[in-house]
């Protein structure tokens, strides 16, 4: 009976899960773009991640496709217990899949660059959003100092690279900016 009485309330759990990702997909499907933040199972009433999810993530980021024994091996975990946490963590919404990372220069004609933003007041949310919606943008950071935001640009070409900045500079919010290209990659 308590077994079955545990087993109601996990069950009950990922049903709130399951509800709570699809709002925000239809959420986010509105602007094109499917996102989870870390704490979307603290939200959704799952236990915060422990070391063991943070060491798992963190072995995941290294080689996505390391298999599930090697990666018990290095938790000093069961098979299962892997297999059971990254469930978990893909159903919370904090794992959202697994991609494949390439050499900055492989892609020799892809140009990138850093863009460090200044937010006007407190609009950095929105200016995060529309930065989201943009293609060019590769990836967002927060930081403390001058800027706001630190975004990583690609384009294939000067002038491509010349209309993203112009959009981006033209978002509600952004009050200044500055660009800084890449030229060399030492370390990656």
Known sequence: MVRQKYSQRIDQSYMVIDQFDRQIYRFDHAIGRLWFAQGVAVRAGLRRMD????????LLRNDARASVASLAKALGVARGTV?????????????????????????E??????????VEGNQVDAVIRALRGEPAVA??????????????LRADTLEEFD?????????????????????????F
Not at 93 to 105: A, E, H, Q, S, W
Not at 139 to 152: F, H, K
């Open 139 to 152: 990836a967002l950071y927060s930081t403390n100092g001058r800027w706001d935001i630190v975004a990583e």
């Open 163 to 187: 209309r993203v900045l112009a959009r981006i500079r033209l978002i509600e919010g952004i009050s200044q900016t500055e660009t800084s290209l890449l030229l060399s990659t030492f370390k």
């Open 83 to 107: 297999q059971n946490r990254m469930r978990r963590l893909a159903r919370a919404g904090v794992i959202v899949g697994y991609t494949v990372r390439l050499k900055p220069d492989v892609e």
């Open 51 to 58: 070391d063991t999810d943070r060491q798992l993530i963190a």
């Open 109 to 118: 004609q892809r140009m990138r660059a850093f863009m460090t933003v200044a």
